[in-house]
């Protein structure tokens, strides 16, 4: 090797030499204090590894989202129960009572097949309530939920005060609920489902208008596709929304 080419490899060995003594300690210390373009990069990944809100509308009264009450009741293993225990689950509401002749079955088979669906889901849940306590202990609301195939862990059938349970439907759903002598069973109620996401709020989708549905027909069942004013069912689009939830 020629001594012109020995001196380049030193020239180029001092100039990495002096690189290292000036830059390098520069560098450190502004990883050090977390000053370097690599942790903004990141940031960026994380927030895109983040779960995003979905397009389901959240339930608004007065401006302000809505929330599911506080509530306390006795589920059918005697067990008390409270809005607490649904923290972090995604779940459905009904009301309904064990010797209803006309539409809790009905309602109760389609969340039986919702219940089947989402069975992987360790936060999924459903919370019944019986508007007719006096009668629905917990022995019978457990001898309704084997009848029916209840094997979810958090569906919670749940009894109590019926006054509470009366304020709860009417007041904290606006989903009616009353004592009907003149009525099949005894008790009128809506045959609506109630859909509730991780942090207790009420959420929907929204109408061809952009308005909020609110509750989602639990009647009609997907087989029948229509009940017999011609409303469409709503239970496949229930299906679908409480997997967008499981997913935020």
């Known amino acids: 090797m020629s001594k012109k080419a020995n001196y380049s490899y030193i020239g180029i060995a001092f100039i990495i030499l002096v690189f290292g003594i000036i830059f390098v300690p520069k560098i450190m210390d ?20 983040k779960s995003k809100t979905s397009d389901l509308a959240f339930i608004e009264i007065n401006g302000t989202p809505k929330k599911v009450p506080d509530f306390s009741f006795t589920n059918q293993d005697g067990k008390t129960i409270s809005n607490k225990d649904y923290e972090g ?8 009572f064990t010797t209803c002749p006309t539409i809790c079955p009905r309602m109760n088979r389609n969340l039986i097949q919702i219940q089947n669906t989402f069975k992987d ?9 019986t508007i007719n306590p006096d009668y629905d202990t917990s022995e019978v609301l457990k001898r309704y939920a084997n009848q029916y195939g209840v094997t979810n862990p958090n569906w919670h059938l749940m ?10 439907s009417n007041e904290g759903f606006n989903l009616y609920t009353a004592e009907e002598a003149d009525v099949a069973g005894g008790f009128e109620h809506s045959g609506n489902f109630a859909l509730i996401d991780k942090n207790g709020f009420i959420r929907s989708r929204k109408d061809n208008f952009g308005n909020p549905i609110i509750y989602y027909k639990g009647i009609v069942s997907e087989e029948e596709k229509v009940d017999e004013d011609g409303a469409e069912e709503e239970i496949t689009a229930l299906k679908a929304d409480i997997k967008k939830l499981l997913n935020e």
């Open 30 to 49: 502004r990883i050090s204090n977390n000053d370097v373009t690599r942790n903004e990069s990141r940031s960026d990944l994380v927030d895109d590894n």
């Open 89 to 96: 689950k995604v779940y459905v509401i009904e009301f309904f």
């Open 121 to 129: 889901f360790e936060d999924f849940g459903v919370a019944s309530f």
């Open 159 to 168: 009894t109590g005060n019926k006054e509470a349970i009366y304020k709860l």
